[in-house]
Every structure is written in structure tokens, then in C-alpha cells.
């Protein structure tokens, strides 16, 4: 590596010595930084394979845990309503060989099909026949006047005395 030395006025052999240096300080450079990268690498890839790890087993443990808090709800709502609770959602897919046969609704249970709409006392029957006792006692009222006490003398009638009233039977 010949260079000239007309511009700068210094000799061969330290513009060598300076081209020299700059290559091993690249070189070495390029090295420090090609190994940085393949440790970095390699830990990465490290890192990368344990935290898949981790993740499908937190994702595994996830879906398990709300597996079980769905099965819970389920159990919850259905003794609620007062229907047997099987062991396995139907919803869910079976896990295992076996499938078993899903439970029935409450609409089947109960069967109800159409039905009109009923009055909100009509849906409690002691308020009903509450309803039914008051409406019976008005129309009693009205047919046969209440026993009252007289208190002291004889005062009349109380409705007053109707002249063109007669309650009698004529006798021939």
C-alpha cells in the first residue's frame, strides 16, 4: 500500500501506519459487535423459547381456571332455578370419549307454551282471593242489610219511612 503524500506533506510510512490502525480498529470493531450479536441472539432466542413456554402454560392455566368458573356459574344458576345440574357443561366441547346428552332447558322443563298475559293479582293467588272475598262481601251488602244494635228508644227506620212501599199480601 503505496500512497502518495503530495497533498498533506507527511511520509509513506506513517500514512501507513494510520491506514493500518483504522482497519484494525474496524476490523475489531466489526468483530466486537458481530459477537454482541450472536450472544444477544442467543439469549433472545433463549428468552423467546422459555416465555413461549410460559406463555402456553399461563394460556393452558387461564383457560382452565375459566373453565371452572363458567362450570361454577352454570351449577349456581341451574340449582338456583331448581333444576338437576350434570357434571359437564353442554356448551362446552367434549374433552373426553364420552359425550353425555345435554340437560333440558327451563322452557322445557316447564312447558308453558302460550299463554295469555294475566293480571299482576291474578300471579298471587293470596291477594286474589283477598280480591275475591271484598267483592263477595260488597255484593252481600247489597242484599241483605247488616244487624245493628239499637241503642236506647226506638228512633224508625233509618232510611226513612217509604209511603208507596207496601209489604204485605192482600187478603180477599
Not at 433472545?44 to 383457560?63: F, G, P, T
Not at 356459574?73 to 370419549?97: N, W, Y
Not at 308453558?112 to 293480571?119: E, M, V
Request: proline letters at 2%; a positive charge; charged letters at 45%.
Amino acid at each position: 500500500a503505496v500512497v502518495s503524500t503530495q497533498s498533506t506533506g507527511k511520509t509513506d510510512v506513517t500514512l501507513e501506519r494510520e491506514i493500518e490502525n483504522l482497519i484494525q480498529t474496524e476490523q475489531s470493531e466489526k468483530a466486537a459487535v458481530s459477537e454482541e450479536v450472536v450472544l444477544d441472539s442467543t439469549a433472545v432466542e433463549r428468552k423467546r423459547a422459555i416465555s413461549e413456554e410460559e406463555r402456553e402454560e399461563e394460556v393452558d392455566l387461564y383457560a382452565e381456571h375459566a373453565r371452572i368458573s363458567e362450570e361454577k356459574k352454570r351449577k349456581k344458576r341451574k340449582k338456583k332455578k331448581g333444576i338437576a345440574v350434570l357434571s359437564e357443561d353442554p356448551t362446552l366441547m367434549a374433552t373426553g370419549e364420552e359425550e353425555e346428552k345435554r340437560g333440558i332447558t327451563y322452557k322445557i322443563m316447564k312447558n308453558k307454551g302460550l299463554t295469555p298475559h294475566r293480571k299482576k293479582e291474578q300471579r298471587n293467588p293470596r291477594v286474589k282471593h283477598r280480591k275475591k272475598f271484598d267483592k263477595a262481601l260488597k255484593k252481600r251488602r247489597s242484599q241483605i242489610p247488616d244487624l245493628r244494635e239499637q241503642g236506647g228508644s226506638y228512633g224508625g227506620e233509618k232510611s226513612g219511612i217509604k209511603s208507596a212501599l207496601t209489604k204485605s199480601t192482600k187478603l180477599r
